[in-house]
């Protein structure tokens, strides 16, 4: 059996043009779609061509405030493998985020950020 490939996640963030436009910053990565979304939202679609981030906004706080409800599980961190751990934390800072912990254990070295909305990032190298 062929292993199933995860295409994308769905976050919901204050701002999605601010968010995609520090994602493409940082990783690299380029917005693939955005445009008006579900419940009167607004959605960014930013990664690359095998993944990505689906980055969500309500319009109205009342349709963010009812649809919470709904929401069981909460989100750890996002997990990004790059190459140069490096140049990534660089255009951490220089995006005005603090890189947090880092690590260096099998299999790799990594370090986490958390952005404007308190969404954390591992960023990780198996270089």
Not at 4 to 27: M, Q, R
Request: hydrophobic fraction near 40%; charge should be negative.
């Amino acid at each position: 059996m062929q292993p199933a490939i995860l295409e994308h996640a769905n976050i919901s963030v204050s701002d999605p043009k601010k968010t995609a436009a520090n994602l493409c910053d940082i990783f690299g990565w380029h917005i693939r779609w955005s445009g008006d979304a579900k419940e009167t939202g607004y959605t960014v679609i930013v990664g690359t061509d095998e993944g990505y981030l689906a980055v969500y906004a309500e319009k109205s706080m009342e349709n963010l405030e009812r649809n919470k409800s709904r929401t069981i599980g909460d989100l750890n961190h996002i997990g990004v493998v790059v190459e140069d751990l490096k140049a990534v934390e660089d255009r951490v800072i220089a995006a005005g985020f603090t890189p947090g912990e880092h690590f260096d254990y099998k299999p790799g070295e990594r370090f986490y950020f958390f952005d404007h909305d308190n969404i954390e990032f591992e960023v990780v190298s198996y270089a």
